[in-house]
């Protein structure tokens, strides 16, 4: 269909022409009339510009209180309406958008906009509907990695009135963004207080910064003091205050990204007076005295370890070698542990076994029973046997034979057996009848004498030569077995008789074994190599670790017999072939040697599980927990982060010029510092920013914690050994040679009275030694013995040389002994008998006795160090000072009877609590200069709008409680490890009262600025 022709949906034209008419009449009319309305548009502009000034006026108000909050932050609540509003949780958030909720308020009051008639204002609910819902009307939050921050204000009304009735109202929510960082400022301290605190077992912080720089001081000291140093206290408050200074700094780099200018000149002043104090202490230590200052923290930054600094103790088998080496001389009843002569005779007493094998056998038919008769029956049946030997044709193969065995007298034989029945028949009317019939045997039977080394220590390998002359030594070499072999069958009747018997079923009999003849140097060759190898094995050691070792979770003993044992096939030595048996005996007595030493230190790690758990007791008595003091003394110094940002909010700024920590004072010492020069203390008063307490478990004089440990190896407490006794005794004798104190006189005369009595069994045990040991008679002996005691003057110096063997070898050369073998054998018998005795029970010395002769000594000797100081001190002055001091033992031997001495050991707990006065936090670079404040003060503000400022709450100084453990590990010997001042317990000034910790010197204990 065509367009013109579709008439559907049209509209008269005439219709449109009315509407056009009418609309335009209208129009015309409008525009014609007089009194046409003007539009009032004053409401609307009032209300916008009434909105501009209200955001304006938010971000002044978010922007100042942001600040004043910085100011005067909170982060304890107070116990009423508005302290429970703020929370425990997010307490200073929370307080935050209290403070904007309080400054948008008092802003807002003033925004008033006039257009005409109308007047527009903006409002926020009344602060007495409760502290709860101002806040609820506030959101902060950071912006720009928390530089600046975001506030958004909640259910602000803005209301236009016009002659005293509201035209206009509506409600509305606005957000400013000020570039003030106080989130972050707030966080980072947040932070830098959990640093301060964070227990050293589970994350890095202060106590593991704080440790670390311990642990170097002391095992500097340690090593000092065991060289000879007259180190008096190896731990000393001193250094804990340095080394916790030195961990703040750390812990505010690890926070802020730089420290406190100041506090780094405090830590490296410190640092030079602790270096000076301890050369003080220890002058005239001479080559040492220099190792300990170098050991002092540098003045200037280095690179932080990632790890807390270890120590390692190399513990040896040592004694342990001479111990198993005489068992090995002396024998043993066990036949598990063979001496040297039972592997001697074994190894040239070989067994000698007479052998018949039937190789072929031919059985003869036996007839059957045949009667006469249908009515006869068996009554008796008899066999008689005759045998017959003969020689066998061909030669015969010698039996298989194993390692260490060969077949002797080998031969052949035939063996009949003539065998007649005879039968015995019965009729029935009982008559009888005998009948006979005939079978034989045929067997060849393989008679030999197999000779076989008996078993020995040691790995089975082929011996060649074996049964005859030569090998090494070129002895004998069990030539003579096969002439014993021969002699050996003959013994059972010969080949024929033999041979009998193994087809009569009882050839078989045990083994004979027979003495051969041996080398004449065997026994010196084997023992001058067991000899060898017990020095190889003495110097065998593990390192095991000083703080495992110090807190009863080491086991060196254990260590070293799991070394052995791995080593074992190296040290044992065995070739593939032996060359000869004089080769064989000489690495089976090395094998049974070896057996002894792991036996030895087998019973040694279980003497040392036993003392472990004792030392863990004794630690726990005194609230140290071993297993957490191990972890933590392992962990990382730092885990490689700044720290995480508080919850709900943005990572924390890489960029962290901007903010700069400052602390009242900088560096937290021991001593007080006037308040005039402190922020936050009043000016007549003096605060002690830190407070120190350090305990050494194990010193002089003996108690009970070194008892507890060592008590049930070695008696009850109440004595010691003959070896401290006599170092103590050598000590006041030094001592009294420069000044006559009669005190000090009558209490060495008292403990050598002890000492000489318990030396005497000592001299004894030595003089027995000799005689059984040597051709001397006792007389003779008890000469060699006076002889080899007068190279050392009292019996102080011979206790002390009776323990560490130098009295044995003394001896040994005193005895005139001749060969090398006597020599030795001498000389490690009295080691060991030495050793023994004067670890006994029965030698042990009055511990009180001791402790008073030390005490004494030790003040003398401090009363010559004061003169000494004050003028030039001679150099036998000098020398007795060192001797005396460095001669006091310390710390706990590490040891079930202190034979053998694996360490000596020592344990300090320290304790710190310290606090800033005054902490504050700058932050610029850009953003509105803020600076938060830590200073202990309480804070107020007027939250419900009554015109009065109520308590809100306080800020906490910024501050820190650390307990830490610090151990030290020396070898065995010298004077051990520890402080011999006789302080077990340091405490500084400020470690006083129920509540020990920082505090000002006011009545009132308040330290704010009034």
């Given at each position: 269909m065509r367009?013109?022709?579709?008439?559907?949906?049209?509209?008269p034209?005439?219709?449109?022409?009315?509407?056009?008419?009418v609309?335009s009449?209208t129009?015309?009319?409008s525009?014609a009339?007089?009194?046409?309305?003007v539009?009032d548009?004053?409401?609307d502009v009032?209300?916008d510009?009434a909105d501009?000034?209200t955001t304006a006026a938010?971000?002044?108000?978010?922007?100042e209180a942001?600040?004043?909050?910085a100011r005067?932050p909170v982060?304890?609540?107070?116990?009423?309406?508005?302290?429970?509003?703020?929370?425990?949780?997010?307490?200073?958030?929370n307080?935050?958008r209290l403070r904007?909720?309080v400054?948008?308020r008092?802003a807002l009051?003033?925004?008033?906009?006039?257009?005409?008639?109308?007047?527009?204002?903006?409002?926020?609910?009344?602060?007495s509907?409760?502290p709860g819902?101002?806040?609820?009307?506030?959101s902060?939050?950071?912006e720009?990695?928390?530089?600046?921050?975001?506030?958004?204000v909640?259910n602000?009304?803005?209301?236009?009135?016009?002659?005293g009735?509201v035209?206009?109202d509506r409600?509305?929510?606005?957000r400013v963004?000020?570039?003030?960082?106080?989130?972050?400022?707030?966080?980072?301290?947040?932070?830098?207080q959990?640093?301060?605190?964070?227990?050293?077992?589970?994350?890095p912080g202060?106590?593991?910064?704080?440790t670390?720089?311990?642990l170097a001081v002391?095992q500097?000291?340690a090593?000092?003091?065991?060289g000879?140093?007259?180190?008096?206290?190896v731990?000393?408050?001193?250094?804990?205050?340095?080394?916790?200074n030195?961990g703040?700094?750390?812990?505010?780099?690890?926070?802020?990204?730089r420290?406190d200018?100041d506090?780094?000149r405090?830590?490296r002043a410190a640092?030079?007076?602790?270096?000076?104090?301890d050369v003080?202490?220890?002058a005239?230590?001479?080559?040492?005295?220099?190792?300990?200052?170098?050991?002092m923290?540098?003045?200037?930054?280095?690179?932080?370890p990632?790890?807390?600094?270890?120590?390692?103790l190399?513990?040896?088998v040592?004694?342990t070698?001479?111990?198993a080496?005489?068992a090995?001389?002396r024998g043993?009843?066990?036949p598990?542990?063979?001496?040297l002569?039972a592997?001697?005779?074994?190894?040239?007493?070989?067994?000698?076994?007479?052998?018949a094998?039937?190789t072929e056998a031919?059985?003869?038919?036996?007839?059957a029973p045949d009667?006469?008769?249908?009515?006869?029956?068996?009554?008796?049946?008899d066999v008689?046997?005759t045998?017959?030997?003969?020689d066998?044709?061909g030669?015969?193969?010698?039996p298989?034979?194993g390692?260490g065995?060969?077949a002797?007298?080998?031969?052949?034989r035939?063996v009949h057996?003539?065998?007649t029945?005879?039968r015995?028949?019965?009729?029935?009317n009982?008559?009888?009848?005998?009948?006979?019939?005939?079978w034989?045997?045929?067997h060849?039977?393989?008679v030999?004498?197999?000779g076989?080394?008996?078993?020995?220590?040691?790995?089975?390998?082929?011996?060649?030569?074996l049964?005859?002359r030569g090998?090494?030594l070129s002895?004998?070499?069990?030539e003579s077995?096969?002439?014993?072999?021969?002699?050996e069958?003959?013994?059972?009747?010969g080949a024929?008789a033999?041979a009998?018997?193994a087809v009569?079923?009882?050839a078989?009999?045990?083994?004979?074994?027979?003495?051969?003849?041996r080398?004449?140097?065997?026994?010196p060759?084997?023992?001058?190599d067991v000899?060898?190898l017990?020095?190889?094995?003495?110097n065998?050691?593990?390192?095991v670790?000083?703080?495992d070792?110090?807190?009863?979770?080491?086991?060196?003993?254990?260590?070293?017999a799991?070394?052995?044992r791995d080593r074992?096939a190296?040290?044992?030595?065995?070739?593939?072939t032996y060359?000869?048996?004089a080769?064989?005996?000489?690495v089976?007595?090395?094998?049974?040697y070896?057996d002894?030493?792991?036996a030895?230190?087998?019973e040694r790690?279980?003497?040392?599980?036993g003392r472990n758990g004792?030392?863990?007791?004794a630690?726990a008595?005194r609230?140290?927990?071993a297993t957490r003091?191990s972890?933590?003394?392992?962990?990382r110094i730092?885990a490689g982060?700044?720290g995480s940002a508080a919850?709900n909010?943005?990572?924390?700024?890489?960029?962290?010029a901007?903010?700069v920590p400052?602390?009242?004072p900088?560096y937290?010492?021991l001593?007080?510092?006037?308040?005039?020069?402190?922020?936050?203390?009043a000016?007549?008063a003096?605060y002690?920013?830190?407070?120190?307490?350090?305990?050494?478990?194990?010193?002089l004089?003996?108690?009970d914690?070194?008892?507890?440990?060592?008590g049930s190896?070695?008696?009850?407490?109440?004595?010691?050994?003959l070896?401290?006794?006599?170092?103590?005794?050598?000590a006041?004798n030094?001592?009294?040679?420069?000044r006559d104190d009669a005190?000090?006189?009558?209490?060495?005369?008292g403990l050598?009275?002890?000492?000489?009595r318990?030396?005497?069994?000592?001299?004894?045990?030595?003089?027995?030694t000799?005689?059984?040991?040597?051709?001397?008679t006792r007389?003779?002996?008890?000469?060699?013995?006076?002889?080899g005691l007068?190279?050392w003057d009292?019996v102080?110096r011979?206790?002390?040389a009776?323990?560490?063997?130098?009295?044995?070898?003394?001896?040994?050369a005193?005895?005139?002994?001749?060969g090398v073998?006597a020599?030795?054998?001498?000389?490690?018998?009295l080691r060991v008998?030495?050793r023994?005795?004067?670890?006994?029970?029965?030698?042990r010395?009055s511990?009180a006795a001791v402790n008073d002769?030390?005490?004494r000594?030790?003040t003398?000797?401090k009363?010559?160090?004061?003169?000494?100081?004050?003028?030039?001190?001679d150099?036998?002055t000098?020398?007795?000072?060192n001797g005396?001091?460095?001669?006091?033992?310390?710390?706990?031997?590490l040891s079930p009877?202190?034979s053998?001495?694996?360490?000596?050991?020592n344990l300090?707990?320290?304790?710190a609590?310290?606090?800033?006065?005054?902490f504050?936090?700058s932050a610029?670079d850009?953003?509105v200069?803020?600076t938060?404040?830590?200073?202990?003060?309480?804070v107020?503000l007027?939250a419900?709008?009554d015109?009065?400022?109520?308590?809100?709450?306080?800020?906490?100084?910024v501050g820190?409680?650390l307990?830490?453990v610090v151990?030290?590990?020396?070898?065995?010997?010298?004077?051990?490890?520890?402080?011999?001042?006789?302080?077990?317990?340091?405490?500084s000034?400020?470690?006083t009262?129920?509540?020990?910790?920082p505090?000002c010197d006011?009545?009132?204990g308040?330290?704010?600025?009034?």
């Amino acid at each position: 269909m065509r367009l013109a022709d579709d008439e559907r949906a049209r509209v008269p034209f005439a219709l449109v022409g009315v509407l056009l008419l009418v609309g335009s009449s209208t129009f015309a009319a409008s525009l014609a009339s007089p009194d046409a309305g003007v539009v009032d548009r004053s409401t609307d502009v009032a209300m916008d510009r009434a909105d501009a000034e209200t955001t304006a006026a938010l971000r002044v108000a978010a922007r100042e209180a942001a600040r004043a909050a910085a100011r005067d932050p909170v982060t304890t609540p107070a116990n009423n309406s508005v302290g429970r509003a703020l929370g425990p949780n997010e307490t200073f958030r929370n307080y935050l958008r209290l403070r904007v909720a309080v400054a948008a308020r008092d802003a807002l009051s003033t925004v008033e906009h006039r257009r005409g008639t109308t007047t527009a204002r903006a409002s926020l609910p009344p602060l007495s509907n409760g502290p709860g819902a101002a806040i609820r009307n506030v959101s902060v939050a950071g912006e720009d990695g928390r530089r600046a921050l975001s506030v958004t204000v909640r259910n602000v009304s803005l209301v236009a009135s016009r002659d005293g009735r509201v035209v206009a109202d509506r409600t509305v929510t606005r957000r400013v963004t000020v570039a003030v960082p106080v989130l972050a400022l707030h966080a980072r301290t947040t932070d830098y207080q959990r640093r301060l605190n964070r227990s050293p077992v589970y994350a890095p912080g202060l106590a593991r910064r704080t440790t670390a720089g311990l642990l170097a001081v002391t095992q500097a000291r340690a090593v000092a003091q065991y060289g000879g140093v007259p180190v008096e206290n190896v731990l000393a408050n001193r250094h804990v205050e340095l080394s916790t200074n030195a961990g703040v700094l750390a812990a505010q780099r690890a926070s802020f990204g730089r420290v406190d200018p100041d506090a780094e000149r405090g830590v490296r002043a410190a640092t030079l007076r602790t270096g000076v104090a301890d050369v003080g202490a220890v002058a005239g230590g001479g080559p040492a005295t220099g190792r300990v200052v170098s050991a002092m923290p540098s003045p200037n930054p280095r690179p932080s370890p990632r790890q807390l600094p270890t120590q390692t103790l190399a513990v040896g088998v040592n004694e342990t070698a001479d111990d198993a080496f005489l068992a090995f001389l002396r024998g043993s009843d066990a036949p598990t542990r063979p001496g040297l002569d039972a592997v001697v005779g074994d190894g040239y007493a070989p067994n000698l076994t007479v052998v018949a094998a039937v190789t072929e056998a031919r059985e003869g038919h036996r007839p059957a029973p045949d009667a006469p008769g249908p009515s006869w029956s068996l009554v008796t049946e008899d066999v008689a046997t005759t045998v017959t030997v003969d020689d066998a044709e061909g030669a015969a193969t010698p039996p298989a034979v194993g390692v260490g065995e060969r077949a002797f007298e080998t031969t052949a034989r035939r063996v009949h057996s003539s065998h007649t029945v005879t039968r015995t028949w019965r009729a029935a009317n009982r008559s009888r009848r005998t009948t006979t019939a005939e079978w034989t045997d045929r067997h060849r039977v393989r008679v030999a004498v197999v000779g076989s080394l008996r078993t020995l220590p040691g790995p089975r390998r082929p011996v060649d030569p074996l049964f005859d002359r030569g090998g090494a030594l070129s002895g004998p070499n069990l030539e003579s077995v096969p002439r014993r072999a021969r002699a050996e069958l003959a013994s059972r009747g010969g080949a024929d008789a033999v041979a009998r018997r193994a087809v009569t079923g009882d050839a078989n009999r045990a083994p004979a074994p027979v003495a051969a003849p041996r080398p004449s140097g065997l026994r010196p060759w084997v023992y001058e190599d067991v000899a060898t190898l017990r020095e190889t094995v003495r110097n065998v050691s593990v390192e095991v670790d000083a703080r495992d070792t110090a807190t009863g979770r080491a086991n060196a003993a254990a260590e070293l017999a799991a070394t052995l044992r791995d080593r074992r096939a190296e040290l044992v030595g065995a070739p593939a072939t032996y060359d000869g048996v004089a080769d064989r005996v000489r690495v089976a007595a090395r094998a049974a040697y070896l057996d002894a030493v792991l036996a030895r230190l087998d019973e040694r790690a279980a003497a040392a599980d036993g003392r472990n758990g004792r030392l863990r007791d004794a630690l726990a008595s005194r609230g140290v927990n071993a297993t957490r003091v191990s972890a933590h003394l392992s962990s990382r110094i730092d885990a490689g982060g700044r720290g995480s940002a508080a919850p709900n909010d943005s990572a924390a700024p890489n960029d962290s010029a901007a903010f700069v920590p400052d602390g009242d004072p900088a560096y937290l010492s021991l001593s007080g510092v006037d308040g005039r020069a402190v922020d936050g203390v009043a000016d007549g008063a003096t605060y002690t920013p830190l407070a120190t307490r350090n305990t050494n478990l194990f010193t002089l004089p003996y108690g009970d914690l070194a008892n507890a440990v060592v008590g049930s190896a070695l008696g009850p407490g109440g004595d010691v050994s003959l070896r401290t006794a006599g170092r103590a005794l050598a000590a006041a004798n030094r001592t009294l040679a420069v000044r006559d104190d009669a005190t000090l006189r009558a209490r060495r005369d008292g403990l050598q009275d002890d000492v000489e009595r318990s030396f005497g069994s000592v001299s004894r045990t030595a003089a027995a030694t000799v005689e059984r040991e040597t051709d001397l008679t006792r007389a003779e002996s008890e000469r060699v013995v006076a002889a080899g005691l007068a190279r050392w003057d009292g019996v102080g110096r011979r206790a002390v040389a009776a323990a560490n063997g130098s009295l044995a070898a003394a001896v040994a050369a005193e005895s005139g002994v001749r060969g090398v073998m006597a020599r030795d054998r001498l000389a490690t018998t009295l080691r060991v008998d030495l050793r023994e005795a004067t670890t006994a029970s029965r030698v042990r010395v009055s511990e009180a006795a001791v402790n008073d002769t030390v005490t004494r000594t030790r003040t003398v000797a401090k009363e010559l160090a004061r003169e000494a100081a004050s003028r030039a001190a001679d150099r036998a002055t000098g020398r007795v000072l060192n001797g005396t001091l460095g001669a006091v033992p310390a710390g706990l031997p590490l040891s079930p009877t202190l034979s053998p001495w694996v360490a000596t050991t020592n344990l300090w707990v320290v304790q710190a609590r310290g606090a800033y006065a005054r902490f504050s936090v700058s932050a610029g670079d850009g953003a509105v200069p803020t600076t938060y404040v830590r200073d202990g003060s309480a804070v107020r503000l007027d939250a419900d709008g009554d015109g009065s400022r109520e308590l809100v709450g306080s800020n906490d100084r910024v501050g820190f409680r650390l307990r830490t453990v610090v151990v030290a590990a020396v070898p065995p010997g010298g004077n051990g490890v520890g402080d011999v001042d006789g302080v077990a317990s340091e405490t500084s000034p400020a470690w006083t009262g129920p509540a020990p910790g920082p505090r000002c010197d006011t009545s009132t204990g308040r330290c704010r600025r009034e």
